[in-house]
């Protein structure tokens, strides 16, 4: 892919959908991508400027004047490479690596600032159970003690009803025996 500064300029990125900024993955790999591009572009202007110099010298140009070529060279075969040198493609690169670098950090940063809050929402969450739970099982306890409470009851009524109706019973077999005999001794 022939990079040229328009394409640097006019990149867009996605914007991504569960945090601010750019999705790092694909600013990463246009950066590769320049950074490849880069290392082709100065690989080529370090073989034109050998053929540059080799053809000076069997033009009759000397040593000297073959160490003295300039940083930059004609471009008009090759327009993808106006105004490049080796300075501007260094500074390039070391602006791709810095940016690079801090698209890494604010990622860095991002990724610790949700592990944080979510680490946050987990321990709240986690009290408001616990508290929940310690609401309900106390509330199951009072019932508990409530109902506890009268079954007792119900047990004391049952005992009580138990021993009135054995006495009544009783009472009434008395009487029974008493007309018995009664009526027996009348005859």
Do not use: W
Request: no cysteine; aromatic share 6%; net charge negative.
């Amino acid at each position: 892919m022939a990079l040229t500064p328009e394409d640097v300029v006019n990149k867009r990125f996605q914007q991504t959908k569960f945090r601010e900024g750019y999705d790092q993955d694909e600013v990463d790999d246009f950066l590769d991508e320049i950074v490849v591009e880069l290392r082709r572009l100065n690989q080529e202007v370090d073989d034109l400027r050998k053929r540059a110099a080799a053809a000076e010298a069997r033009a009759g140009g000397t040593k000297g004047a073959a160490a003295a070529a300039p940083t930059t060279f004609p471009t008009a075969d090759f327009p993808e490479l106006a105004g490049v040198d080796s300075t501007s493609s260094n500074n390039l690169l070391q602006l791709a690596r810095r940016l690079h670098e801090e698209h890494v950090r604010e990622g860095i940063e991002k990724r610790d600032a949700l592990v944080a809050e979510g680490q946050a929402t987990a321990a709240r969450v986690i009290a408001e159970a616990e508290t929940n739970a310690r609401s309900k099982v106390n509330k199951f306890d009072q019932e508990r003690a409530m109902l506890e409470n009268s079954i007792n009851e119900l047990r004391t009524f049952e005992r009580e009803y138990r021993t009135k109706l054995r006495g009544y019973i009783e009472g009434q077999l008395k009487d029974l025996d008493g007309m018995t005999a009664e009526a027996a001794s009348t005859r």
